[in-house]
Each structure stands twice: as structure tokens, then as C-alpha cells.
């Protein structure tokens, strides 16, 4: 396999999803391997309990260290060959990108520890750097209840950068978010018909003139990003030469 992905969850049914569609046919065809793991089987008690109450006070449970620091000496036995990546979901963390997706895609090895409460003991981040790289990622800013969602979310967003895993590599670098692509937004798409309840196809998509089409749906793009997500919108003095921007 290209990747191996280990998850660690105290509600490994909720992973089921990455069976299905693309991320289970990687894991089909060899190119992924995964390993879904029930925290629980780290505990000892006869209530196999995960959470504690937090020190210094306040509200909800704090997930507490010695379970999650069996379940990663288990899947990254001391001495393994690659250093894997341990994934954190926490709304703390640096933010996911397309960015974050391709340098997690380049990974051999990912673990992901799903929190749930308030988190895990920050100890468990401590103890795993000293022979993992930890990297705290937020999948945005809005709090789940728990790290399964953002795994899924992260997981789908990586696998299919996986060499082999989408059968036409193009389809990756003409879409929203490419650096092939200045990271704009992708405009509008159309299919079959040509007209459809009383909706016509742009008439430059059915000119067969590939420049036309391509400035065009270079503006769309533009004119999306501007409209929508202007922060992504490159300044108009981008690309003009002989204008220095910034001082190096
Ligand atoms: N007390 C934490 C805080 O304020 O930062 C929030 C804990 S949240 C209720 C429980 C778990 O959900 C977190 O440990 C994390 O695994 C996951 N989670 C919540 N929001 C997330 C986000 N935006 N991105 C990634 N993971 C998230």
C-alpha cells in the first residue's frame, strides 16, 4: 500500500463510511490500507473507562492518558520503520486545506486519535512526539462533538490524492482549490441537455474553440472567487510584472 491509515475511536462504527465509494475501492485495490481500532480495548476496568474528570475543575470529561497511550505503543511499536504522522482533530488546531490534504497524502503512515469531551489528556501529544510527528489539525472553526466526523472529512479529502486512487490525475489539478488551478474557486458545469427547462448551456461550451473556453471559464472562476470567498481572490496586481509586492 502507498498509505496506511490507523484511526483509534471509542466509536470505531462511525468510520464505517470509508468502506464505500472511492476510499473503499482504494482499500480494495491495495493502494490504502486501513485499521479502524476501538479504544476501549486499551482499558482494563470492568466499565472500560476512557474519561475523567477534568483537573483544576470545570465542566465535561477530559479523555484520560493511559488508554491512548497503549492503543499508539500498539499500532507504533518502538522501533518501527517510518515514522508515522499522529493526526489530532481539535478545533485548536492549524487549519485543513487542500494544502494539508496533499502533505498528509505524501505520508506513508497516518494515525488519527479521535477526541471526544472536552479532549484528550495533552500529556498523550507529549508522550507520542517523542517518536511521532503530532500534528494538531482543525477542520474548521465550529466545534463537533468528536474527532470521527473530521477524520472522515480528512480521509476523503486524502485519499484521493493517492497516486492511482482517482483514474484521471487531471480531474485533481482543474478543480477548486488546485495550486494548478491559482486556488480559485471552480466555476459553474453543465451536461446533457444543451437546454433544460427553459436553461441553455453557455453557448461558448458548445463552440468547440478550447482557448474561448478556457479563458472563460478563467473568468467564471475569477468571478466566483471574488464573489464568494474573496480572501482567495488574487489582488488585481498579481501576475503584472515589474510590480514588486512586498519587501523580501
Ligand atoms: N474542549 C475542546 C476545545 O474547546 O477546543 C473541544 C472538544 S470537542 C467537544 C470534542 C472533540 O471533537 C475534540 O477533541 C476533537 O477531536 C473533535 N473536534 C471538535 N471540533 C473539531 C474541529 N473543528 N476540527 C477537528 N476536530 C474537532
Redesign the pocket.
Known amino acids: 500500500a502507498l498509505l496506511r491509515a490507523d484511526v483509534v475511536s471509542i466509536f470505531p462504527d462511525y468510520l464505517a463510511p470509508l468502506r464505500l465509494s472511492l476510499i473503499g475501492k482504494a482499500i480494495d485495490t491495495g493502494l490504502v490500507e486501513l485499521g479502524v481500532h476501538d479504544l476501549r480495548t486499551w482499558t482494563h476496568d470492568r466499565h472500560r473507562t476512557v474519561d475523567d474528570t477534568p483537573y483544576g475543575g470545570g465542566a465535561?470529561m477530559v479523555m484520560k492518558p493511559e488508554p491512548w497511550g497503549a492503543a499508539l505503543d500498539a499500532i507504533v511499536p518502538a522501533g518501527s520503520a517510518t515514522t508515522p504522522r499522529l493526526v489530532?482533530?481539535?478545533?485548536?488546531?492549524r487549519r485543513?486545506t487542500q494544502a494539508v490534504a496533499a502533505e498528509l497524502a505524501a505520508e506513508q503512515h497516518l494515525v488519527f486519535a479521535?477526541?471526544?469531551?472536552?479532549?484528550?489528556d495533552s500529556r498523550v501529544m507529549a508522550d507520542a512526539a517523542t517518536r511521532m510527528r503530532v500534528d494538531e489539525?482543525?477542520?474548521?472553526?465550529?466545534?463537533?462533538?468528536?474527532?470521527e466526523a473530521?477524520v472522515l472529512v480528512m480521509l476523503e479529502a486524502v485519499v484521493r490524492l493517492v497516486p492511482g486512487v482517482i483514474g484521471n490525475p487531471e480531474s485533481l489539478t482543474e478543480e477548486s482549490h488546485a495550486a494548478e488551478h491559482d486556488g480559485l474557486l471552480e466555476g459553474p458545469v453543465y451536461t446533457k441537455p444543451t437546454s433544460w427547462r427553459g436553461l441553455d448551456v453557455p453557448p461558448v461550451l458548445l463552440s468547440g474553440n478550447h482557448g474561448a473556453i478556457a479563458a472563460w471559464r478563467r473568468d467564471q472562476a475569477l468571478e466566483r472567487t471574488r464573489r464568494v470567498r474573496p480572501d482567495l481572490a488574487p489582488s488585481p496586481l498579481d501576475g503584472v510584472e515589474g510590480v514588486v509586492v512586498g519587501v523580501a
Open positions: 465535561g489530532v482533530p481539535t478545533p485548536s488546531g485543513f479521535c477526541g471526544r469531551y472536552e479532549g484528550i489539525i482543525s477542520i474548521g472553526d465550529y466545534v463537533l462533538n468528536g474527532g473530521a
